[in-house]
Nanobody
Framework: QVQLVETGGGSVQAGGSLRLSCAAS????????VGWFRQAPGKEREFVAA???????WYGDSVKGRFTISRDNTKNTVNLQMSSLKQDGTAVYFC????????????????WGRGTQVTVST
């Protein structure tokens, strides 16, 4: 049974960088879209980025120009390179997969990882 596992979270100073990875455990990515969301305590999940099998990636307005999502099909992973991190980057970051065209909506994804914590200090 395929599962998504996020790695790479940790603590970083504001302005620094982190690279998150989402790996398909027990199988490969068969769904059409893989996305990243983040959720801070007491807040709803926020769309971060998504990448389809074909086409340009999508980014949330708050991270556009600073984050980069990419696929590594040879390793069955999807990565999220985060640069110029700000305090609002402190959250649990989730990897998700689905087949819905509304890639910015959490409900469009039916497979979720457990999340990895990112803490940005000032």
């Amino acid at each position: 049974q395929v599962q998504l596992v996020e790695t790479g979270g940790g603590s970083v100073q504001a302005g620094g960088s982190l690279r998150l990875s989402c790996a398909a455990s027990g199988g490969t990515f068969t769904r059409n879209v893989v996305g990243w969301f983040r959720q801070a305590p007491g807040k709803e999940r926020e769309f971060v980025a998504a990448v389809w099998r074909i086409g340009n990636p999508w980014y949330g307005d708050s991270v556009k120009g600073r984050f980069t999502i990419s696929r590594d099909n040879t390793k069955n992973t999807v990565n999220l390179q985060m640069s110029s991190l700000k305090q609002d980057g402190t959250a649990v970051y989730f990897c998700a997969a689905g087949n819905n065209l509304l890639e910015r909506t959490p409900g469009s994804y039916d497979l979720w990882g457990r999340g990895t914590q990112v803490t940005v200090s000032t």
